[in-house]
């Protein structure tokens, strides 16, 4: 489970993780871009021109390193998990709020990605949405990294989910005939066909 050690709390018995998308990582640098100018490039400029304020300088670059560490924290929890089962969405906003929506895969209705604007189109981002199958929420991760290779990738894992649940079942309902037809050959004295010979 190479990185994923933060998202083991979102899966269920037995659900391992496939992968994980995140927000393309130009949307990191474009909302940290003004804390590092103000919270880093300025108070090192500031400690050139006025070395006597060291502390001034220091507290300025903690409050700097900090807000860093905000944002990068809430791009990094805004992600898809696929795991074996489904599709499980988490919003982190602010650093007390998550919301996780989780999709299994033989309920997904529909995926769908939407790319606007130049600079989306561009550096290959935008929105990927997933639809549940009877239900209005939907599974949504904005601004994600090529949405167009992503949504290949939860139809190709929905497609193995669907194959290995379809012999699963055929395996559970081909022992349980198998099961009522000993039970009716013991309990009812019906002849085995080998008996009938």
């Not at 190479?2 to 393309?24: C, M, P, Q, T």
């Not at 919270?39 to 001034?56: C, D, E, Q, R, T």
């Not at 807000?67 to 929890?77: E, K, S, V």
Request: aromatic share 14%; net charge positive; glycine share 6%.
């Amino acid at each position: 489970m190479k990185g994923y050690y933060f998202f083991r709390n979102y899966l269920e018995d037995s659900e391992r993780i496939l992968d994980v998308a995140h927000k393309h990582i130009l949307v990191l640098k474009v909302k940290t871009a003004k804390v590092s100018f103000f919270g880093i490039f300025v108070p090192v400029l500031f400690y050139l021109m006025f070395p006597k304020l060291l502390l001034i300088v220091i507290v300025w670059l903690i409050i700097g390193g900090c807000a860093m560490l905000y944002y990068f924290i809430d791009w990094y929890f805004d992600v898809l998990i696929l795991t074996n089962v489904g599709v499980i969405g988490v919003s982190k906003d602010g650093l007390f709020e998550v919301t996780a929506t989780r999709v299994e895969y033989h309920m997904i209705e529909g995926i769908s990605y939407t790319i606007k604007g130049f600079w989306h189109m561009l550096f290959n981002f935008g929105d990927i949405i997933i639809d549940k199958m009877g239900a209005k929420t939907s599974v949504v991760l904005h601004d994600a990294a090529n949405p167009k290779k992503l949504e290949r990738k939860i139809m190709k894992y929905q497609e193995e989910f669907v194959a290995e649940k379809s012999i699963r079942d055929h395996q559970e309902l081909k022992g349980m005939l198998a099961n009522m037809i000993a039970y009716h050959v013991q309990n009812k004295k019906i002849k085995s066909p080998r008996d009938q010979q």
